[in-house]
C-alpha cells in the first residue's frame, strides 16, 4: 500500500492476543517514518515480534503537550507519523488527545486504522444493552471522589461501562454496590483476548463477592459494565410528589405550585399540571 505523506495514522494494536494486529496495521507501521509509541519499551517488543523496524519516539500523558510541536515539525517536513498506545485503540484513557487535535487544526490528514479495544470487545460479550452505552474510563482513585462520581451515575438508564484497575478493583465493586444496590446486572471482563481471560457476571453483589472469594480474580486488567437503571415513567407520578404538590398548593396559585415542584422533583411541568389540576379540583384551589 502507499501511505499518504505528511498524515498521522491512528493504530489500534492488540491488547493481549498479537494476532489481533491487522495486516493493514502491521504494514502501515512498517511504512511510516516515526512512531509516536505511550511506552517505547513495550511497542519495541510489539515491533521484534512482527520484525518492524521503524523508529519509535515516547508520547506520553507527562511529555505529550511539549512533545506535539516536534511532531508537526515532522508533518510539516512531509514525513508519515503513526499514534499508537501501549495496548488497543489510541486516545481511549489513553494519550494522543493533544496531538490528532493539532495535527488535526494544522490542516494535516489523520487516519485512523482501526482495530482492537477492550472497550468494545467487553461489551460484545456481556450481554447487557448496547443500543445506548456510557464509557466512564477510570474512577477517580480516592475513594470520597470516586463515591461521588457513582452517586452522579445512579439514575443513569444507558449501560455504564468503566475500566479499572487490579489494585483498585475490589474497592471499585464495594462502592458501585453501595451506589446502585446489590440487584443491579454487572459483568467484569478480565484480561480479555489474554490467557486468563474471563468473564463474570450477576448482581452486583454476586460479582463483588466472586471477586472477594478469589484473588487470582483480583489480577490483571479490567472492564466493568452495569445495566443502567430502570427508566422513570414521568407521566406517573409517584406519592411523593403527589404530596409535595398538595402542601404547595395549600400555599400557592397551581402555576407557581407546578414550577416549584418542577424543581423539586426534577419532573417535567405538563406531567405535573396534570395532577396539580386534578389536586387543586378537590382542594377548590383557584387555577391561575
Do not use: W
Amino acid at each position: 500500500m502507499s501511505l499518504q505523506s505528511a498524515a498521522l495514522y491512528v493504530v489500534a494494536t492488540p491488547i493481549g492476543n498479537l494476532q489481533d494486529l491487522s495486516p493493514r496495521a502491521r504494514e502501515v507501521l512498517s511504512q511510516v517514518d516515526l512512531v509516536a509509541a505511550e511506552d517505547t519499551r513495550h511497542t519495541r517488543q510489539l515491533f521484534r515480534h512482527f520484525g518492524i523496524d521503524t523508529p519509535l519516539t515516547a508520547v506520553h500523558e507527562h511529555n505529550e503537550r511539549e512533545r506535539v510541536p516536534e511532531l508537526l515539525a515532522e508533518l510539516a517536513a512531509g514525513r508519515r507519523l503513526a499514534l499508537v498506545s501501549d495496548a488497543g485503540t489510541p486516545l481511549v484513557s489513553d494519550p494522543g488527545f493533544r496531538l490528532v487535535r493539532a495535527a488535526r487544526l494544522a490542516g494535516y490528514r489523520v487516519i485512523a486504522v482501526p482495530g482492537p479495544s477492550s472497550l468494545l470487545a467487553a461489551l460484545s460479550v456481556a450481554g447487557l444493552p448496547t443500543d445506548r452505552f456510557v464509557f466512564e474510563g477510570f474512577l477517580p482513585a480516592k475513594p470520597a471522589a470516586r463515591r461521588a462520581r457513582l452517586a452522579a451515575l445512579a439514575a443513569e438508564t444507558r449501560t455504564l461501562v468503566f475500566f479499572e484497575s487490579s489494585h483498585r478493583i475490589a474497592e471499585c465493586l464495594a462502592d458501585m454496590r453501595a451506589a446502585f444496590g446489590d440487584a443491579r446486572e454487572a459483568v467484569v471482563a478480565r484480561e480479555l483476548t489474554k490467557l486468563f481471560e474471563e468473564l463474570l457476571g450477576g448482581t452486583l453483589a454476586e460479582v463483588e463477592a466472586g471477586v472477594a472469594a478469589d484473588a487470582n480474580r483480583r489480577r490483571g486488567e479490567f472492564v466493568v459494565m452495569l445495566q443502567g437503571a430502570e427508566a422513570r415513567d414521568e407521566q406517573a407520578p409517584d406519592a411523593e410528589v403527589e404530596r409535595v404538590l398538595a402542601i404547595l398548593l395549600d400555599e400557592v396559585p397551581v402555576k407557581q405550585a407546578v414550577s416549584l415542584a418542577a424543581r423539586l422533583t426534577g419532573r417535567r411541568k405538563n406531567a405535573l399540571y396534570a395532577l396539580a389540576t386534578s389536586i387543586a379540583a378537590h382542594k377548590k384551589v383557584v387555577i391561575e
